[in-house]
């Protein structure tokens, strides 16, 4: 378990900058998660730290010293790969053994064989142990790879959107597994994922890339509530958040330009008149789309309420938050 | 109607599909038949026209193939003690006796020592070379690629010349070395060029996972690359095989003594009164095993998609 510190690293792939002078810490015992679109350098951040790609500049330290000239299995880093590789010549045993019987770890058979009965039953591919890696479905593969990390203790553990291909009970169940490794052995994750849930339940730290820069990082409280710019905002929050030009709902702040909603930020039966185009029952919640002038905007409403597609509703913002031209955010308006 | 599938060809195509491939299999088949059935004709047998299909079976051929026999006189032939062994009493039928064995033994392990020698070490230097090119930043990576294939595409028998000379020159001629080096030479280009599409087709997350579980780039390559490229191996090696085991024109040229593989030696086999056919076809019958069996030992590797699907792509 050990701090993670990048110091203005950048990395090019040819005339792509895939990160550019990135710097952050991340705290030994720490749950970080990267959000950030597709091309944002999530996943290359996970390759530099893990010693899979070398950077064009900066530094990168783990545990205070650093390691920019250690080859992958000296970082002693664990990584799980967005396309799960596993070993397709290994039984699914042999996969989960395979980092323990390195010549950097070397433990002793006995000890092996308990380690990866362990994480079969957590991971439950206990009765898959004997089957080829390709004999599995997806998600089992997924499972596994994950595994393979679980079975170590490194310095930090990689993760590159590890629950994405499998489907809502597992994903749920293994966020919880995730979080209880994360808290009962203080390991320090670097955790990349689209998923909003497992950014916000977690996280102790969210990080937020843009175009290989970080640009907001904090807990996942002040990247919701205090986000910096309209970008970030956008990243979290289901449904997601709505822009409108400043002057919607009436005077705006000096120099904003537009205003972000959150569900939370419309108060609904004042102010100004809107139509509700469309009402989604989702179960626990239900969400409105509604219309105002131009605009359209998204909602939640009450569970059970009464309201139909063509009704006419009130609404007002509720302390929104304001952006400039540039998407940046208007602090204290 | 009778359900059909869409997928599933109808009773009638595949009736047509067998036949075909039955009648291809004889065309293809019937000389190696017929060479094997040479192999056990008795000599008059063997170039009496019509062909006989029938006929009855003798190992003279494979007799006459194994030794060198010398012909005495019928009364001198009635003095001596009684045959010992089936084959000297075949030989006598003959008016023969066995004068010793012939080179044919030692003609065909020089064959085994060169063909494995050099499948050995094409397959070696092929799988290290494409596992580089395929893998790391080579500088002119695409002109070696190129250059290494250009070998190829001028006819071996261009060269023989200065290779002869230069054979000679550096006391390679008529050496197992010699020819080794040589049939490697050839065959490096199409074990290089091979192998570096089926590593190609190996994903690089493999390496990097073995790298992150703390393993280093060659043991990476040992533990994770070879197993899966042994497909690709497998099949590299069976070509490197058959050409290094059938090479006639380099083998007759640069060896007679000592490295002389089985090609040059077979046609050389001389009966009484002219060709000896039912002992050249028992040496060509017995030359073909080997490539045989190796090729339905690795039989299992040729078949693809062992890796398949464990990627996610």
């Known amino acids: 378990m050990a701090e993670v510190r990048l110091t203005g690293v950048s990395k090019a792939f040819g005339a792509t900058k895939a990160v550019s002078a990135m710097t952050m810490t991340i705290p030994d015992g720490a ?14 951040t996970l390759r530099l730290i893990a010693g899979l790609e070398r950077p064009d500049q900066g530094d990168i330290a783990i545990g205070g010293a650093s390691v920019l000239h250690d080859t992958p299995a000296q970082r002693d880093v664990a990584m799980v790969f967005q396309q799960y590789s596993l070993y397709p010549h290994l039984s699914v045993r042999d996969n989960l ?6 010549p950097v770890i070397n433990m002793p058979e006995a000890e092996i064989a308990k380690r990866v009965e362990e994480v079969a039953k957590v991971l439950r591919i206990a009765h898959k142990l004997d089957n080829k890696a390709t004999q599995l479905s997806g998600g089992e593969m997924q499972r596994v790879s994950i595994g393979r990390a679980l079975v170590r203790q490194p310095r930090i553990y990689l993760m590159d959107e590890p629950l994405s291909s499998l489907d809502a009970k597992l994903r749920s169940d293994l966020r919880i597994e995730l979080k209880r490794i994360h808290a009962d052995l203080g390991a320090t994750f670097l955790y990349v994922t689209h998923d909003q849930i497992e950014a916000m339940t977690m996280a102790t730290h969210v990080g937020v890339l843009d175009q290989g820069r970080i640009v907001q990082f904090g807990t996942p409280r002040e990247i919701y509530e205090d986000p910096v710019s309209a970008y970030v905002a956008s990243r979290l929050g289901q449904p997601r958040i709505n822009m409108l030009p400043a002057d919607a709902f009436g005077p705006a702040p000096a120099g904003a330009t537009s205003i972000g909603l959150r569900p939370e930020h419309i108060l609904q039966g004042e102010g100004r008149p809107a139509t509700v185009r469309r009402v989604e029952r989702l179960g626990d919640q239900t969400r409105l789309l509604l219309v105002l002038g131009p605009h359209e905007l998204i909602t939640l409403a009450d569970p059970h309420t009464p309201l139909s597609a063509g009704d006419a509703i009130a609404i007002r913002p509720l302390s929104p938050l304001w952006f400039d031209a540039d998407g940046h955010r208007i602090q204290g308006a | ?3 059909y599938s869409i997928t599933e060809p109808s009773r009638r195509a595949k009736l047509v599909a067998g036949v075909l491939v039955c009648l291809y299999a004889f065309i293809t088949l019937l000389p190696l038949l017929w060479i094997i059935s040479t192999g056990f ?5 063997s170039i009496s026209y019509p062909p006989k299909v029938i006929f009855e079976p003798s190992l003279e051929g494979y007799v006459n193939l194994f030794t060198t026999r010398t012909r005495i006189a019928p009364e001198a032939l009635a003095e001596l003690p009684p045959p010992e062994t089936f084959y000297d009493k075949i030989v006598r039928e003959r008016d023969m006796v066995i004068a010793g064995p012939s080179r044919f033994g030692e003609r065909f392990m020089n064959s085994v020592i060169i063909g494995f020698g050099s499948t050995f070490l094409s397959i070696f230097l092929g799988t290290l070379a494409a596992y580089a090119f395929s893998r790391f930043k080579v500088p002119l990576k695409d002109d070696l690629l190129f250059f290494i294939l250009s070998t190829r595409m001028m006819p071996p028998i261009a060269v023989a010349i200065p290779i002869f000379l230069m054979y000679r020159e550096l006391g390679l001629s008529d050496t197992h070395l010699g020819m080794i080096l040589l049939y490697t030479g050839v065959n490096i280009s199409l074990a290089v060029w091979l192998l570096k599409g089926f590593i190609d087709e190996i994903p690089r997350e493999y390496e990097e996972a ?5 393993y280093t780039r060659f043991q990476a390559f040992r533990k994770v690359v070879l197993p899966q490229a042994a497909t690709g191996i497998a099949s590299t090696a069976i070509f490197c095989l058959i050409f290094a085991w059938n090479e006639y024109a380099f083998a007759v040229l640069l060896t007679s003594g000592t490295a002389q593989t089985a090609p040059p030696f077979i046609p050389t086999i001389i009966g009484v009164g002219g060709q000896d056919w039912p002992a050249v076809a028992a040496g060509a019958t017995i030359f073909l095993l080997p490539v045989m069996i190796f090729t339905i030992l ?6 693809r998609g062992i890796t398949f699907g464990a990627v996610r792509k």
């Open chain 1, 31 to 44: 749950f970080v998660v990267l959000l950030g679109p597709t091309g944002a350098g999530k996943t290359t």
């Open chain 1, 97 to 102: 053994a395979f980092p323990l019987r390195s």
């Open chain 2, 1 to 3: 109607m009778s359900a």
């Open chain 2, 41 to 45: 004709k008795s000599g008059p047998d």
């Open chain 2, 210 to 214: 073995a790298l992150i579980d703390g």
């Open chain 2, 298 to 303: 690795l039989r299992k590797h040729l078949l």
